[in-house]
């Protein structure tokens, strides 16, 4: 059994120690990123348990995502395909502060997902399934595990969360729209930016947008503004959070931090105000370092960050 299931592709990253033109970075730091192996991080270390569910090659790279995810406390139901290589995900800094990712993922195995790789009393156990919007981008038999799990987990009355997390690179807004439109009304928790809610509805206004996401299904949405914080429409109550004073090193997996920050308090039956405050949190601390989820933090850290209006910290 366990608090939260997630699935996905997590690839080995290669990120550019230099700022410049890719060709010109010589070295790179080696590491690994998946938005949904991101979140069952975030989720683990703020104390809940979380697995994660993928195919990765049977390489090196998927040995290191196996072992790093082992390492964070992850139940890792990592499947080693003979036949296709893990995917790689190289991250280039091509000014100072514009972050350039690429690719190299077409037929790698984690996009080889099917819906038979997943254990339906793993999800059946669970109090939350989270999927991204990535997956269903990948292959047919990835979006087709997509749509299995969810379906077993609303059987199951497990919460279903879905991150939009929206891919360019993997499909276009057309097709991005059409397949949330279906799904979306299965799902319970539905995490978007502003532009990736209008995917989905042709809406003006947050406030309008929300409301509109919510008469599709979601009990929960959440609208996140990036640096200028988030809002919630949560049983037709609207809350904002402020966002938390931090210094932008590499905003890459702001966006599975505050999910994992929300979905780890709605674990803990935190009031909707807290919920929203850790998610805030979390995501302030992903932007705050190098890497995807490397600095995601624990319990103990999420005291450290403070609003400004709050003052200083003594
Ligand atoms: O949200 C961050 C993720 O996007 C990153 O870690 C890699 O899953 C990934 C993707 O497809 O971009």
């Known amino acids: 059994t366990t608090d939260l299931v997630t699935f996905g592709e997590t690839m080995a990253l290669f990120a550019a120690r230099r700022t410049?033109?890719?060709?010109?970075?010589?070295?790179?730091?080696?590491g690994l990123g998946g938005a949904e192996s991101n979140v069952a991080i975030g989720v683990a270390r703020l104390g809940h348990r979380a697995a994660w569910v993928g195919r990765v090659g049977a390489d090196e790279f998927g040995d290191?995502?196996?072992?790093?995810?082992?390492?964070?406390g992850v139940d890792v139901r990592a499947i080693a395909d003979p036949d296709a290589p893990t995917g790689?995900?190289?991250?280039?800094?091509?000014t100072a502060d514009l972050i350039d990712v690429r690719y190299y993922r077409k037929d790698s195995a984690g996009s080889r997902l099917c819906a038979d790789d997943l254990d339906p009393e793993l999800i059946r156990s669970a109090r939350v399934l989270h999927v991204s919007a990535i997956t269903p981008a990948l292959s047919g038999t990835a979006r087709e595990a997509v749509r299995h799990a969810i379906a077993e987990a609303r059987a199951a009355g497990v919460l279903?969360?879905?991150?939009?997390?929206y891919r360019r690179a993997l499909w276009t807004p057309g097709e991005a729209g059409a397949w949330l439109r279906r799904t979306v009304g299965d799902v319970d928790v539905l995490f978007a930016t502003e532009a990736e809610g209008r995917l989905i509805a042709d809406v003006e206004g947050a406030t309008e947008l929300a409301g509109a996401l919510a008469k599709l299904g979601p009990r929960h949405v959440l609208i996140k503004f990036g640096a200028e914080g988030a809002m919630e429409l949560s049983d037709g109550v609207e809350l904002r959070a402020d966002p938390y004073d931090v210094t932008e090193v590499d905003p890459v997996g702001a966006g599975d931090a505050f999910a994992a920050g929300w979905l780890a308090d709605w674990l803990a039956g935190a009031e909707p105000a807290q919920r929203l405050s850790t998610a805030c949190a979390a995501g302030a601390f992903a932007v705050t370092s190098q890497g995807d989820w490397e600095s995601l933090p624990r319990r103990s850290d999420l005291s450290l960050l403070r609003r400004p209006t709050d003052g200083v910290s003594r």
Do not use: C, H, W, Y
Request: cysteine-free.
């Open 20 to 30: 410049g033109p890719m060709r010109f970075a010589r070295d790179f730091d080696l």
């Open 64 to 72: 290191l995502i196996r072992q790093t995810l082992l390492g964070e």
């Open 88 to 94: 790689l995900m190289i991250k280039g800094r091509r």
């Open 160 to 165: 279903v969360s879905l991150d939009v997390n």
